[in-house]
């Protein structure tokens, strides 16, 4: 086999690996931990590949952490008729307060970019995330760049590390799931035994 590119696919996911911010993670991690603890409810959002993760981190949230967690996505018609009647840029952070509660506590943040203000890119994150300060929401996020509105205007930023420019894309959505399973099966979190 002579595949250069499968060759260094696979050493920048091995690079990645090696230079996640450990102690980030450790902080969602009680921060999940101590929402679980207390019946304080979290909300995920995500768009795109993002928006898949997210569904997925909050089923396991749910089923294997008794988190009570929320995907802001998951509910089609609700979405949809937020972007209809007040545009795709406020829909998560309208949703957000039509729904939140006294005891909601965190908003976990799945991007790649983490949104963009000046390029227009991601708004309906940026917003959420404004919302959520607004309302004194802890926010979690789990981005592929360093630079992008999430990771500045998060509490806490786990940012997958830039190995390469061409494949951010591919590495910060593959690495979000990689993230939340190390999170829910933290043993701080995890409450029963999965079936594998």
Avoid at 122 to 138: D, F, R, W
Avoid at 162 to 174: C, K, L, M
Wanted: with cysteine; charged share 20%.
């Amino acid at each position: 086999m002579d595949d250069s590119y499968l060759t260094d696919y696979f050493k920048d996911i091995e690079k990645i690996a090696q230079r996640l911010d450990l102690e980030e993670i450790e902080k969602a991690v009680d921060a999940l931990s101590f929402a679980a603890n207390n019946r304080y409810g979290v909300k995920v959002i995500g768009l795109g590949g993002s928006a898949a993760n997210a569904s997925h981190f909050v089923t396991d949230l749910r089923k294997l952490c008794g988190v009570r967690a929320e995907c802001l996505t998951d509910n089609i018609g609700e979405f949809t008729a937020w972007a209809n009647d007040a545009g795709f840029d406020n829909v998560f952070a309208n949703i957000f307060r039509s729904n939140i509660r006294d005891d909601d506590t965190i908003l976990v943040v799945l991007s790649v970019g983490g949104g963009d203000v000046d390029r227009g890119v991601s708004v309906a994150l940026i917003k959420a995330i404004e919302t959520a300060k607004q309302c004194g929401q802890t926010v979690i996020s789990i981005v592929g760049r360093s630079q992008g509105y999430a990771t500045k205007n998060s509490d806490i930023s786990i940012i997958v590390p830039e190995i390469n420019p061409g494949y951010i894309t591919p590495y910060a959505e593959s690495f979000q799931s990689v993230i939340c399973h190390a999170i829910v099966f933290h043993p701080k979190m995890l409450m029963g035994k999965p079936t594998w």
